[in-house]
Each structure stands twice: as C-alpha cells, then as structure tokens.
C-alpha cells in the first residue's frame, strides 16, 4: 500500500466508533490520529494539522461547539461532525460555529466515505482557484474576478445580488451554509424581517442556471438547515 496522503484527526470519545472509523479511513488509506476528549483533540489539531477533522459533539471535558469555535479561531481545517444529536437546531448550531458537514449516529460508511470525498474535492478546487479564479462543476463556470457565470458555455447575466449570493455558495461549495450565514453574509444582517431572502434569490438563481428547477443538480436545498451548492466531477 502506498503512503497516506491525507490525515484526518478523530475525535471521538467511544472507543468501539474510533475503533470502527480507524478500520474505515486506513483501509481507504488515510492516515488517522485519534483523541477522546476535546482538549486532546485540540492540542492534537495544533500539533499534526490534520487535513480533515472527524468530530463528535458529545465529549466529556469539553462541548464538541466549543472544540470547533477553538479550532477555528486558527485554521480553516475540514471539520465533519458525526453526533447522536440529530435536532434541526443542533445541526444549525454546529455549522454556525464553522463545522462544515453534520452527519446523525449512525450513519453508514459509504455516506462518511462520500462526504470526506467531497471535502477533498473542495480543497483540491479551493487550491487551484488561488490560482485560477474560475470555478467549474459540472456544466456550471463562475468567474468569481470577472464576475462572469455560463452554463454549456452560454452567459448568463446575473443581478448583482444574485451574484453575491452564488459567489458565497461557490466559496463554500460541497458545503452546508446556513440560512443564517446566508443572511449575514450576503445581506449583512440576519433578522427574522429578511428571513425569506435566500429562498427567494435561490429560487430565481434556479430558474436561470438549472435544467430543471424543480430538481435541482447545483443549488442542492439542506431542509430547514439552508443550501449547498453541489460538485460535480
């Protein structure tokens, strides 16, 4: 077997899960780094500087939110939750404190395995858009210099909102981004009086980048949560 290439760092306090997680993510051939609690996850995060955080919420020191508000006031790293927390407003609050993916226990291998592979696909676009600013999935291209969007290599002419809007999910692509990020960061306030803003300029961006704006293959709708714009290879 080749070298690892990624390392990911699991906190997890269950040793049966880390157990299972360390089968799962060395037979796919990554390097992994365990800790069981969150004030050893997070001396580990500083020490290796994983690619990739594997978090659960409920830790005995400290809250699995505090561990990812720690960890983000230093780095950008991945951090996909996996907790037994499976209420709406639990999965809303670990992605405000900047996890980028919540998965509910249990879930299945196949379904971490993906979601890792869609963090991968995000950095590796991430990296290259440092150089290139012009993002592609599928048949979708955003220029995000020239401000310039085409589908099958015809333009599509965005209103400067619109724009701003597509700009932050393509920032964040392969991500959960909350309506309340959505509503902070592209209108600057998150009130209950624009509430509705995102569904409505998700709905008319839609209308003129989809297919079919009934199914959706870009602008993908996390129910009750808010939106992540989908990769495609």
């Known amino acids: 077997m080749t070298e ?15 157990r299972f997680l360390r089968v ?9 780094i365990e800790a069981a609690t969150g004030r050893e996850g997070m001396s580990l995060a500083a020490q290796y500087q994983p690619d990739v955080i594997i978090l659960d919420l409920g830790l005995p020191d400290v809250d699995g939110l505090e561990v990812i508000r720690a960890v983000r006031a230093w780095t950008g790293t991945p951090i996909i939750v996996v907790s037994a927390r499976d209420k709406e407003g639990d999965k809303i609050k670990g ?14 291998a196949g379904e971490l395995a993906a979601r890792i592979r869609v963090t ?11 150089e290139e600013p012009v993002f592609e999935t599928g ?9 310039r969007v085409w589908i099958e290599e015809i333009e599509v002419h965005l ?11 393509v920032q964040h692509a392969g991500k959960v981004v909350t309506h309340r990020q959505l509503l902070k960061e592209v209108w600057g306030q998150a009130t209950e009086e624009n509430a509705h803003y995102p569904r409505i300029y998700v709905h008319q961006l839609r209308h ?12 993908r709708t996390e129910t009750g949560v808010g939106y992540r714009l989908n990769l495609e290879d």
């Open 208 to 219: 003129k980048l989809e297919a079919d704006p009934t199914r959706p293959r870009y602008l």
């Open 120 to 130: 991968r696909r995000h950095l590796i676009r991430a990296g290259k858009e440092k």
């Open 159 to 169: 209103t400067p909102l619109e724009f701003k809007l597509l700009a932050y999910l």
């Open 95 to 108: 992605l405000d404190a900047g996890a980028d993916d919540y998965l509910i226990k249990p879930f299945s």
């Open 4 to 18: 690892p290439e990624w390392s990911i760092l699991v906190i997890e306090d269950e040793e049966p899960i880390r």
């Open 139 to 147: 048949k979708l291209r955003v220029n995000l210099a020239a401000r």
């Open 24 to 32: 799962l993510l060395e037979g796919q051939n990554y390097k992994v």
